[in-house]
């Protein structure tokens, strides 16, 4: 039981406390910001395989961004304790380097006991202890107490960094485990960002967010530009507050608006406790969202209630041939686990899980792990579900995936969930941009996520030259009678004209598609095979993996490295948005599809009964004063909005959005001559 009483001759510091044993990290206290005293209060249950190894403490400032301090250490000697008995402990913090400076000292309450039984259960099954083997992301299974809502709106006079006199800044946000990053503004010294990140907040009485400013620089590591700290102790719950923080080790100013909201979005309890099972329950939920109540409080989408059952069949991630599987599930960024069921391929949990839903495009990611003592959690599969395709309380067996969900491993888990969500908050919601997840990792160049994606905009280009071919052959009398039609088609559209005709066209493939999948022919492809996808997985990859680990000190490669994630990621987007325009179109997602028939009908109904030139004034209007009536203001696109709720192929992949079975339609063969051939006739069309 970690107290804490560091006297320290320095400013201020962050304080943490490390524990090992044998040389392996088995304990991480919390972070106390700005203290020389600190009080931890932390209890934790450490398992000891032998009193020889005395117990590692090392204390360090932490440090966001660059390398923690080192503050001091000491050892805490097991065989010098007593059995069953509580004692208090000083520890003095030396640095091995500097034996005679004093940096302070360290208060444990330390008690010996032997181990009897699967001390591991009581480990789990006693809220007071925390299972310390577990990953930073894991181990938040607590119920968080609110939002923090930070909205970066632009930095003043920044430090210039590269040699033209100007930077390219952007600006790193972390709050606990939780992490974000912007967009870098090119060459500026006062970029406009305008971008919107939210937290967890965990603890009632604040925490801080810390936030640091560097200079992306493609030819080596990024420079340091500048951090400074939000206390949220200091600020007004429910209420906006602008924020002109100056940047410390750096010049500037980064504004930003700040809001902290008190909510209680999400809760655990046993299957025996369920709101859902109780009919009053029920119904005050479902009143809660009914269409009367639409327009009361319009972030309220709605609720969904998972029910971890149990799994079966899982892999044997110990030498014993067993596992000791606990389960996480994750909704957007909100993340609640299950206990862990030891030494057990076909762990039962029942557990409930209730989570306010803020977006109904969210994806819900079940993922199965095994608790290892000496190291993170392994990763033993995963299922992801859109809430969309969700069938309310119907228990269904999931097949586990891989962490790519690109094809199954081992076992099954068993899950019922409930979604209650309002169609018209959630069609709003579409139209507002999509809520960024946590960093978890910098992107990696991937020789077969560049072919992927760039096969991905092949197959669109493809489908552009193929149409444009189709048309220009109505040109060529190739058939005349497709000719003819034509002709007359285009005669009576070009004399009868009108502008609502647009969104009234758009409606026709929409119509058509929906009459054909009612009537049982499906024009839906099948995307759960992923060997057109993913092509050949090979060798390769590790070969590339291992070429760029020996290259990985040249600066030369941070270059190419960075170009490659662009082009990479600059393809996948333009593929992406090319799927979502076609499986907007072929239902793949009837709710969007539904959302879109409406919106294109309320515009035809607008652009029929409103002359066009008011219309485009009140645009132009409202254009310009969006500035001047809200200089904050965070830009976005509705129709960019909407087609990013709608899954591309590979998103379709692993989220079972498809319930039929339908072969992939081989792409056509691709060759220099062809794509040649190809433009040739596209130019000539133009």
Known sequence: NMSGDISLRQRTSDPYVKFKIGGKEVFRSKTIHKNLNPVWDERVILLVETLREPLYVKVFDYDFGLQDDFMGSAYLHLESLEHQRTLDVTLDLKDPQYPEHDLGSLELTVTLSPKEGDIKDAVRHSHKYQSMRLSDVHRKAQLWRGIVSVSLIEGRNLQPMDANGFSDPYVKFRMGHQKYKSKTIPKTLNPQWREQFDFHLYEEQGGYVDITVWDKDAGKKDDFMGRCTIDLSLLSKEQTHKLDLPLEEGEGVLVL????????????????????????????????????????????????????????????????????????????????????????????????????????????????????????????????????????????????????????????????????????????????????????????????????????????????????????????????????????????????????????????????????????????????????????????????????????????????????????????????????????????????????????????????????????????????????????????????????????DVQMVGQLLISKSHPLVPSPSFNLHCLVKLFQQLFHMC
């Open 257 to 648: 608006l700040v809001t902290l909201t008190a909510s209680a979005a999400v809760s655990i309890s046993d299957l025996s406790v369920n709101i859902l099972d109780d009919p009053h329950e029920r119904r005050q939920i479902m009143q809660r969202y009914s269409l009367w109540r639409s327009l009361h409080n319009l972030k309220d989408v709605g609720m969904v209630q998972v029910k971890v059952i149990r799994a079966e069949g899982l892999m044997a991630a110990d030498v014993t041939g067993k596992s000791d599987p606990f389960c996480v599930v994750e909704l957007s960024n909100d993340r609640l686990q299950t206990h862990t069921v030891y030494k057990n391929l076909n762990p039962e949990w029942n557990k409930v899980f209730t989570f306010n839903v803020k977006d109904i495009h969210s994806v819900l990611e079940v993922t199965v792990y095994d608790e290892d003592r000496d190291r993170s959690a392994d990763f033993l599969g995963k299922v992801a579900i859109p809430l969309l395709n969700i069938q309310n309380g119907e228990r269904k067996a999931y097949v586990l995936k891989s962490k790519e969900l690109t094809g199954p491993t081992k076992g099954v888990i068993f899950l019922e969930i409930d979604v209650i969500f309002n169609a018209v908050k959630a069609g709003l919601r579409t139209l507002t941009p999509v809520e960024q997840k946590y960093i978890e990792e910098e992107p990696k160049v991937s020789k077969q996520m560049l072919l992927r994606n760039f096969n991905r905009v092949r197959r669109c280009i493809m489908f552009l030259i193929n149409t444009g071919c189709y048309i220009n052959s109505c040109f060529e009398w190739e058939s005349p009678q497709r000719s003819i039609c034509a002709f007359v088609i285009f005669t009576i559209v070009v004399w009868n004209f009108e502008l609502y005709m647009i969104p009234l066209a758009l409606l026709l493939p929409l119509a058509w598609n929906y009459i054909l999948i009612a009537s049982g022919k499906d024009t839906r492809q099948d995307v759960v095979t992923v060997e057109d996808l993913l092509e050949d997985e090979d060798e390769d990859f590790d070969k590339d993996d291992k070429d760029s680990e020996r290259k990985g000190f040249m600066n030369k490669l941070y270059a190419i490295q960075d170009v490659c994630i662009s082009v990479q990621n600059a393809l996948d987007e333009v593929a992406s948005y090319g799927e979502r325009i076609k499986n907007t179109f072929n239902w793949t997602v009837p709710f969007l599809s539904w959302l879109a028939i409406v919106a294109l009908v309320v515009a035809t109904i607008i652009i029929y009964f409103i002359p066009l030139r008011f219309i485009v004034l009140a645009w132009g209007v409202n254009k310009f004063t969006k500035k001047l009536r809200d200089p904050y203001t965070i830009d976005n696109n509705e129709l960019l909005d909407f087609l990013s709720r709608v899954p591309s």
